[in-house]
């Protein structure tokens, strides 16, 4: 079973709010020094920014001198509805519209305005940064996929642009097949891997490691390079 590494460094990390709309989200930033790009991260279901894993995979981002923002994509009210009903967890258009707002807020902020931004999204929250994505292709660079569901994105899977990077356990056998038809309809540079032994949370054994090397080496090549 997975259990994250205290042992990182927090870099700095600080709480943001960070303005959509009519809406303040809350986002947890860190900025290494001499960052070249940062990376936006969408949660999935049912989970928030403070998750074990993707908190793990930010801060192996940060070792390879990536800033990074992770976000929570719905406010405490939204997600209390959520726990009782999952009504939200499934809104891909709503948690889209929110990560383009946090990619509009990103690009004035005074410390990210300038760096290069690529999303990491995981489960649901993959088809939401496919989305966002689509709908800002001029400002996301690059895009992982973790055990997401980017065929929830539908139809505007066509219309992204960044090179994207999905990657998927090798024993999630439901999952592999609908990350496999969402890869053919992606319309640019690509690639879709398996991770060994990993089931959908990649708990086993070293699967989550393999996850993080493989998003830092594709944000530093397409964000950093």
Request: charged share 25%; proline share 6%; hydrophobic share 45%.
């Amino acid at each position: 079973m997975f259990m994250p590494d205290h042992t990182r460094t927090q870099d700095d990390e600080r709480t943001v709010d960070v303005r959509v709309a009519d809406f303040t989200l809350e986002g947890s930033l860190a900025i290494p020094r001499a960052a070249q790009g940062l990376v936006l991260f969408a949660h999935g279901s049912g989970s928030s920014r403070h998750s074990p894993r993707n908190r793990f995979v930010a801060a192996a981002l940060r070792e390879g001198g990536l800033a990074t923002l992770l976000l929570d994509l719905l406010t405490p009210a939204e997600e209390a509805a959520d726990r009782r009903t999952a009504g939200y967890r499934f809104d891909i258009e709503l948690l889209a519209s929110r990560l383009a707002g946090a990619t509009d807020w990103l690009g004035v902020f005074p410390e990210t305005r300038r760096l290069n931004l690529g999303y990491f999204g995981a489960s649901t929250g993959a088809a939401a940064a496919l989305l966002a994505a689509a709908e800002r292709p001029e400002l996301v660079g690059a895009i992982v996929s973790r055990g997401g569901r980017p065929d929830l994105a539908g139809p505007a899977l066509g219309a992204v642009r960044a090179p994207t990077l999905l990657l998927v356990g090798a024993e999630d056998g439901p999952v592999i097949d609908l990350n496999r038809e969402a890869y053919r309809q992606l319309p640019g540079l690509k690639r879709i891997e398996l991770i060994p032994n990993a089931t959908h949370l990649f708990e086993e054994p070293g699967t989550l490691e393999m996850v993080a090397e493989r998003a830092r080496a594709w944000f530093e090549q397409y964000l950093a390079g």
